[in-house]
């Protein structure tokens, strides 16, 4: 698929809430249970930076937002401030297009001018699409926590994954 990998600008919002919100109402792919609006998704918007560790990047084709990729905090105290939790979500029409990879790739690049040593990224099972995306791109899982998400009545198991910087 064509499309430009470039930074999150405001506009991208209705486009990045969109692919979010499929995920959110139709899977157990993001344990988020409620739909997201523009004004109720922009505060997280407001937490990435052009330049950083917390970066939002999108794939734009033609003007329409077709995935994103971010990494933001993975917790709060100092120490941590080197580690970062990813998340990358595309269009489900663009999935097993390679977009993944390339997102991916584009972040990777832009966190290596940055103080960044460990990226970690959790990923709901089951889901072999991501687990294969994540592996092709240089996660080592590293565990999984058992039953910690509660969505349409049931309990969801998280993979964890880790990469070097």
């Given amino acids: ?14 486009g990045i809430v969109a692919i979010y919100n499929h ?19 922009a505060p997280w918007f407001t937490g990435f930076a052009e330049t950083g560790p917390h970066r939002l990047l999108v794939a734009d ?7 994103y990729v971010c990494s933001q905090p993975h917790r709060p105290r100092p120490a941590y401030r ?13 999935v097993g297009a390679g977009l993944g990879r390339r997102l991916y790739e584009a972040l990777f690049t832009a966190l290596a001018e940055e103080e960044v040593h460990r990226l970690v990224a959790g990923v709901a099972l089951p889901n072999p699409a991501s687990q294969a995306l994540h592996e092709r791109v240089g996660f080592t899982k590293v565990g999984v926590f058992t039953e910690v998400g509660w969505k349409y009545g049931r309990y969801w198991d998280v993979v964890w994954y880790e990469r070097g910087l």
């Fill in 1 to 14: 698929m064509s499309a430009t990998i470039r930074p999150a600008r405001e506009g991208d919002l209705p």
């Fill in 23 to 41: 995920y959110v109402l139709t899977t157990p792919i993001t344990f988020d249970v409620d739909a997201q609006t523009v004004s109720t998704r």
């Fill in 61 to 67: 084709h033609g003007g329409e937002i077709r995935g």
């Fill in 82 to 94: 080197r580690s970062v939790e990813t998340s990358i979500y595309l269009a489900p029409d663009a």
